[in-house]
């Protein structure tokens, strides 16, 4: 039915439902394809991989996929790989907070990566643990070759089985003899782009044309107006970005420095325990200020607010006119998120690439824009290390732990 088979659904956001979009080979047209239960329900993944199998000329599993071997909970004598499956699986979803309120972007990320690369293992699900050696391994990590996976993602997937591994001698489910031939394996034949030149490497990202940026920024509303212009200037992520909020900028180094100092609660690397500090230069903080004038929601916890942005489409609906307060109010979405999303930020700054005709880029892109011109400034790689919290100039060039607070501020001071 479709030439590209997906890896996983796509969130329907009104429906809850897993789908993806399919184009007929007859016809040409797209339609969805939505699948049974909620969206990552193990009923869900039960009905894709149904699916998925039998569009890749499959024979269906006569028991459940390991992707779904938490519906098994850990067992203290496992001898099977589907077994030992169930029990790595089991403490990943504990470990990262499945089904908690807590649970972060971060830790789903990690969910749905460990299902990926446990799929790799489903045609050994009845292997005894030590009877698989490092030929399975070779044949699986094969598999992803042929999909036209890159080597950081290949490398990714073997090396949490090797971890998986690992886990289960710790745990006494299979001989330490087993896990260490496969981690040696793993290291001695390690993917890399000069090694494996039919293997891509890694895809590196550009920054986006600064005339389509500006061009995004005069088109937009003012709430992504104004989210794009920080970014830009800041260099920040798109998620520091969107959990923006007064209680955690600090305005009082503006008398000496000319910047804001802006500290996310949290942030990529606050799992291990570093501190992220992003500072406002004076465009940052110019457009926060005009963005607070006409800002309708201006009680609410966080800077940059969904609700704001659709009073705003409600405004341009009416024939009468009405501040944004009025149409604050008068908005009848309650369901709305409180805080914006990285998806769903992305998702709105590209509606507006499309309606102005411009060249599709992400807002993530807007932190290598930045690195640039950081790099191409008087202050170099150095400088940009410090703006953005690089741990290493070579993260820098390619484009942490520490950060150079004095030298980021004078930076941004200039340049932000």
């Known amino acids: 039915m479709s030439k590209n088979i997906p890896e996983r659904p796509q969130l329907h956001k009104t429906k809850n439902r897993g789908y993806i979009r399919i184009t007929c080979e007859k016809t040409g047209k797209r339609k969805s394809k939505y699948f049974k239960g909620a969206f990552g329900s193990v009923e869900m993944w039960d009905h894709f991989n149904a699916w998925r199998r039998r569009e890749m000329g499959q024979l269906l599993p006569a028991r459940p996929t390991l992707d779904q071997a938490a519906r098994n909970p850990a067992v203290a004598t496992a001898s099977t790989i589907y077994e030992l499956c169930s029990m790595f699986m089991a403490g990943v979803l504990q470990d990262r907070r499945h089904?908690?309120?807590?649970?972060?972007?971060?830790?789903?990320?990690?969910?749905?990566?460990?299902?990926?690369?446990?799929?790799?293992?489903?045609?050994?699900?009845?292997?005894?643990?030590?009877?698989?050696?490092?030929?399975?391994?070779?044949?699986?990590?094969?598999?992803?070759?042929?999909?036209?996976?890159?080597c950081k993602t290949i490398n990714d997937k073997i090396q949490k089985l090797v971890r998986m591994f690992r886990k289960g001698a710790a745990a006494d489910l299979c001989t330490g003899e087993t896990w260490k031939k496969l981690e040696a394996w793993y290291k001695d034949e390690k993917l890399t782009p000069k090694k494996h030149k039919h293997v891509p490497g890694p895809r590196r990202v550009h920054a986006p044309p600064l005339p389509d940026v500006l061009a995004v920024i005069a088109a937009a509303n003012p709430t992504i107006s104004c989210m794009v212009t920080v970014q830009s200037t800041t260099g920040m992520r798109s998620a520091n970005v969107c959990g923006m909020s007064w209680d955690h900028i600090d305005q009082s180094l503006y008398e000496t420095h000319g910047v804001w100092k802006y500290t996310p609660e949290r942030h990529k690397n606050s799992d291990a325990g570093h501190t992220l500090s992003v500072f406002l230069g004076p465009q940052a903080i110019q457009a926060i200020l005009d963005y607070e004038k006409i800002r309708p929601d201006k009680l609410h916890p966080f800077l940059f607010n969904p609700r704001a942005t659709r009073c705003w489409h409600f405004k341009t609906r009416q024939t009468k006119k009405k501040t944004w307060r009025q149409c604050y109010m008068a908005s009848t979405k309650k369901d709305l998120n409180q805080i914006f999303g990285a998806k769903t930020y992305c998702d709105a700054v590209q509606r507006v690439q499309r309606k102005i005709g411009v060249d599709r880029w992400t807002p993530h892109q807007l932190r290598h824009l930045h690195n640039e011109r950081l790099v191409e400034s008087q202050f170099g790689d150095s400088g940009a290390a410090a703006v953005l919290g690089h741990n290493t100039l070579e993260m820098t060039r390619n484009y942490s732990k520490s950060q150079d607070e004095r030298l980021a501020a004078e930076v941004q001071k200039l340049l932000g």
């Open 99 to 150: 089904g908690r309120p807590d649970q972060t972007l971060a830790d789903k990320t990690e969910v749905t990566h460990t299902k990926l690369s446990l799929r790799l293992l489903t045609p050994y699900g009845d292997m005894a643990v030590d009877d698989f050696k490092t030929a399975h391994l070779a044949m699986a990590r094969e598999t992803e070759i042929a999909m036209g996976h890159s």
